[in-house]
């Protein structure tokens, strides 16, 4: 069985720092690029940041650029999110995402979320 647990969200305040984690289990996790999405209230699903199979690369969303971290840890089947400098407009759910190809076929997964909350 396929989870994403996502862990750390909590209520800090701006300027502060927080780290999330995501622990993957019931498929193979080198095998996939993992990403971290948030949802604010209101708004779509965006994503924030990406790394490869690997670690090989790593993308981030302009507005987080400078302040967030995302990492990898193949041995542990994790992946991590290191916040800067949070901003209010930084509050949101956060949701981890493995997207990988098995037999030439995309597949998907979706942790349920860990509410980041940033306000003084």
């Known amino acids: 069985q396929v989870q994403l647990v996502e862990s750390g969200g909590g209520l800090v305040q701006p300027g502060e720092s927080l780290t999330l984690s995501c622990a993957a289990s019931?498929?193979?996790?080198?095998?996939?690029?993992m990403s971290w999405y948030r949802q604010a209230p209101g708004k779509e699903r965006e994503l924030v940041a990406r790394?490869?199979?690997?670690?090989?690369?790593?993308n981030y969303a302009d507005s987080v650029k400078g302040r967030f971290t995302i990492s990898r840890d193949d041995a542990k089947n994790s992946v991590s999110l290191q916040m800067g400098s949070l901003k209010p407009e930084d509050t949101a759910v956060y949701y981890c995402?493995?997207?990988?190809?098995?037999?030439?076929?995309?597949?998907?997964?979706w942790g349920q979320g860990t509410q980041v909350t940033v306000s003084s």
């Open positions: 790394i490869g199979i690997g670690g090989s690369s790593t």
């Open positions: 995402n493995a997207w990988g190809l098995v037999l030439f076929r995309s597949r998907e997964y």
């Open positions: 019931g498929f193979t996790f080198s095998n996939y690029a």
